[in-house]
């Protein structure tokens, strides 16, 4: 999938946080960092400079990354403004836009800018939830997928004893029979059916508590 041209504000503050994180972990801001690339940087650089300036920083960027930042920047600051509501009365939105003008970037205000996103920031928090949602499901996924490898069921939606134990020996073989039975005993299993069998969605809920009804 290719990823868009144009970012978002919450695109846009994110990159601008990484970039602040990454120049803090080596004492640096914006500024110091630009004229560590060049000690004769001005304070106001042309797009291809800026683009070069970034890039020599090493903090995590892609090419693309540091054109659609250099674009937002150059787009902001030729409107009236950003055309997303920051949530913050305007205020991200004109330092936004103060950062360039014809065509050239302010360093200054560009550090400014850096600043104000990262203290605003709540994209980490969100994104950490995300990305524990995101695990949970791949880790949802996987267990699913073992325990099928185990079932002797056509449907592959149950799990007999011998495949249970199959399952249970393969995956550690520290546990004995006892182990096993004990662990059988706990699972809930299909009401009258002929075999006794228990539910994938059972099995999983015991291997990741809070999956219930994933199958």
Known sequence: RELHATLSADELNGILTRIQVKLHAQGLEVGEAFRKWNPACDEELDCSSFMAG????????????????????????????PTTDS??????????????????VSLPAFETLVAQCAAQS?????????????????ERGAAVAAVRRYSENPSKAHL??????????????????VDVGKLWSVLEKEDAAEDTLVGLGELVAWLLPGSENVV
Not at 58 to 79: D, H, M, P, R, Y
Not at 87 to 104: H, P, T
């Open 160 to 177: 007999s004893y011998n495949g249970f134990a199959a399952l249970v020996g393969d995956s550690e073989p520290s546990m004995t029979p």
């Open 122 to 138: 709540q994209l980490k928090d969100w994104a950490l939830s995300a990305f524990q949602r995101l695990r949970l499901s791949l």
């Open 87 to 104: 949530g913050d009365g305007g205020e991200l939105e004109r330092v936004v836009a103060a950062v360039s003008v014809d065509g050239k």
């Open 54 to 81: 970034l890039r020599s920083l090493f903090v995590g960027l892609s090419s693309k990354e540091i054109l659609q930042v250099t674009n937002a920047l150059v787009a902001a600051g030729s409107a009236s403004g």
